[in-house]
């Protein structure tokens, strides 16, 4: 059996760390060999740093257990101990972004969750089904900031996991999207722990969540663009007009979606073909087969009442998104609802995804 490459987790006490530590306990490429965390963490067993906060409805797993937490902000303590780091740190984003080069600069690679770098352009926003080609911007990256080993890479927001596959896939049939109207309904996990106050959340419904509508519309012409002499220029298209809201559902976000096809209405595709295009669709994380990556990334319902958070957030893994209530929109051509599983697509297993693409691409040879 092949030995497995040691990796780090920054921020594995948190909400999305605690994701990796638990789905990593069996990932047949990667073995966590390091966490870190804030000073408040620092020095204590892994077991004690998140006693009376494991959020994850199974045992902490026993590899991790006794490792003892180091200070995320100690870049030194990590060299040697693992090839490269998964970010899941919550920080103010300038800290966030020095530390991300701090490490990439100290010759470890970071996969980060965190949005600190996702503006940057020589740095990818990847989800591995629509857009690897953005990979070959790291090359540049590392020259311009002097890095032999280091680089970072990222993954987008959360809120936009549902609808991005089911929209690229569509792009990539021939039917590009002129204008789109996402109204999300987001989970509380979403927020971290302990979050949005329980008070404000039962029976309830928070119609606002700090930056992440501006993120949202942004990010989804960072992620369709393309890669121009070492850095990506973004898409023009769509324009995206984005309502997010916090919603008391444990885990998965959901997207009700109206789009405006950028095509003469006789080439505009039909139902039929749509749902063609969207149970066909398979990329490159398929032909890799690479162990996270779903085996039809999107998944369609025909129940009049689905998708919906408990029943289908975690469809393939919870890697899958699943789309449902696909019919015509009397204002836009078309309407839909997404869901993805936002602290596994959306996040932890979301990152694992990446780095494995970026293993299969030989990005971490020579760390292990
Ligand atoms: N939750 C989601 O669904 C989701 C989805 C996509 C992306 N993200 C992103 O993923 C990141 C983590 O989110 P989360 O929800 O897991 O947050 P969280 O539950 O608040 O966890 C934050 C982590 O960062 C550590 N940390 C906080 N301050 C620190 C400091 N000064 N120095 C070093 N470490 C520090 C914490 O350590 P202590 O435990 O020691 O305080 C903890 O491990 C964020 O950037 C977030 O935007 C989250």
């Given at each position: 059996?092949?030995?497995?490459?040691?990796?780090?987790?920054?921020?594995?006490t948190g909400?999305?760390?605690?994701?990796?530590?638990?789905?990593?306990?069996?990932?047949?490429w990667?073995?966590?060999?390091?966490?870190?965390?804030?000073?408040?963490?620092?020095?204590?067993?892994?077991?004690?740093?998140?006693?009376?906060?494991?959020?994850?409805?199974?045992?902490?797993?026993?590899?991790?257990?006794?490792?003892?937490?180091g200070?995320?902000?100690?870049?030194?303590?990590?060299?040697?101990?693992?090839?490269?780091?998964?970010?899941?740190?919550?920080?103010?984003k300038?800290?966030?972004?020095?530390?991300?080069?701090?490490?990439?600069g100290?010759?470890?690679?970071?996969?980060?969750?965190?949005?600190?770098?996702?503006?940057?352009?020589?740095?990818?926003?990847?989800?591995?089904?629509?857009?690897?080609?953005?990979?070959?911007v790291?090359?540049?990256?590392?020259?311009h900031?002097?890095?032999?080993?280091?680089?970072?890479?990222?993954?987008?927001?959360?809120?936009?996991?549902?609808?991005?596959?089911?929209?690229?896939?569509?792009?990539?049939?021939?039917?590009?999207v002129?204008?789109?109207i996402?109204?999300?309904?987001?989970a509380?996990?979403?927020?971290?722990y302990p979050?949005?106050?329980?008070f404000?959340?039962?029976?309830?419904i928070?119609?606002?969540?700090?930056?992440?509508?501006?993120?949202?519309?942004?990010?989804?012409?960072?992620?369709?663009?393309s890669?121009?002499?070492?850095?990506?220029?973004?898409?023009?298209?769509?324009?995206?007009?984005?309502?997010?809201?916090?919603?008391?559902?444990?885990?998965?976000?959901?997207?009700?979606?109206?789009?405006?096809?950028?095509?003469?209405?006789?080439k505009?595709?039909?139902?039929?073909?749509?749902?063609?295009?969207?149970?066909?669709?398979?990329?490159?994380?398929?032909?890799?087969?690479?162990?996270?990556?779903?085996?039809?990334p999107?998944?369609?319902?025909?129940?009049?009442?689905?998708?919906?958070?408990?029943?289908?957030?975690?469809?393939?893994?919870?890697?899958?998104?699943?789309?449902?209530?696909?019919?015509?929109?009397?204002?836009?051509?078309?309407?839909?609802?997404?869901?993805s599983?936002?602290?596994?697509?959306?996040?932890?297993?979301?990152?694992?995804?990446?780095?494995?693409?970026?293993?299969?691409?030989?990005?971490?040879?020579?760390?292990?």
């Amino acid at each position: 059996m092949q030995k497995k490459i040691p990796v780090g987790v920054l921020g594995a006490t948190g909400m999305v760390g605690q994701r990796y530590i638990y789905l990593l306990a069996d990932h047949p490429w990667f073995e966590v060999a390091y966490v870190a965390a804030s000073p408040r963490s620092a020095g204590k067993p892994y077991c004690e740093a998140v006693q009376n906060r494991w959020l994850i409805g199974s045992d902490i797993p026993a590899g991790v257990s006794e490792l003892i937490v180091g200070d995320a902000n100690d870049v030194s303590a990590a060299a040697g101990k693992c090839a490269f780091v998964f970010s899941a740190l919550e920080m103010d984003k300038e800290s966030i972004k020095a530390l991300e080069a701090a490490y990439a600069g100290a010759g470890i690679p970071v996969v980060s969750n965190a949005s600190a770098n996702r503006w940057t352009d020589d740095v990818p926003m990847l989800i591995p089904e629509i857009n690897p080609e953005h990979l070959a911007v790291i090359a540049e990256q590392k020259k311009h900031h002097g890095w032999d080993k280091g680089f970072i890479a990222v993954k987008p927001n959360c809120s936009l996991q549902s609808y991005m596959i089911p929209l690229f896939a569509l792009e990539r049939a021939g039917y590009p999207v002129k204008r789109m109207i996402v109204t999300t309904l987001q989970a509380v996990s979403g927020a971290g722990y302990p979050g949005v106050p329980s008070f404000d959340m039962i029976d309830n419904i928070v119609p606002f969540i700090s930056g992440e509508e501006e993120k949202t519309e942004k990010e989804v012409l960072k992620i369709l663009g393309s890669v121009k002499d070492g850095r990506i220029e973004a898409a023009r298209a769509p324009v995206v007009a984005a309502h997010c809201n916090r919603v008391p559902v444990i885990d998965g976000h959901t997207a009700c979606v109206s789009l405006e096809f950028d095509l003469p209405d006789e080439k505009k595709p039909a139902l039929a073909e749509i749902e063609r295009v969207w149970t066909s669709f398979r990329a490159l994380p398929q032909e890799l087969s690479l162990p996270s990556a779903p085996l039809s990334p999107i998944i369609v319902r025909h129940e009049e009442n689905r998708p919906q958070p408990r029943r289908d957030r975690d469809a393939d893994k919870g890697m899958a998104v699943t789309v449902g209530r696909l019919r015509p929109c009397p204002v836009f051509d078309i309407r839909f609802v997404a869901l993805s599983h936002n602290t596994k697509r959306g996040a932890a297993l979301g990152g694992i995804l990446n780095a494995e693409l970026l293993k299969a691409k030989g990005f971490f040879d020579g760390l292990y």
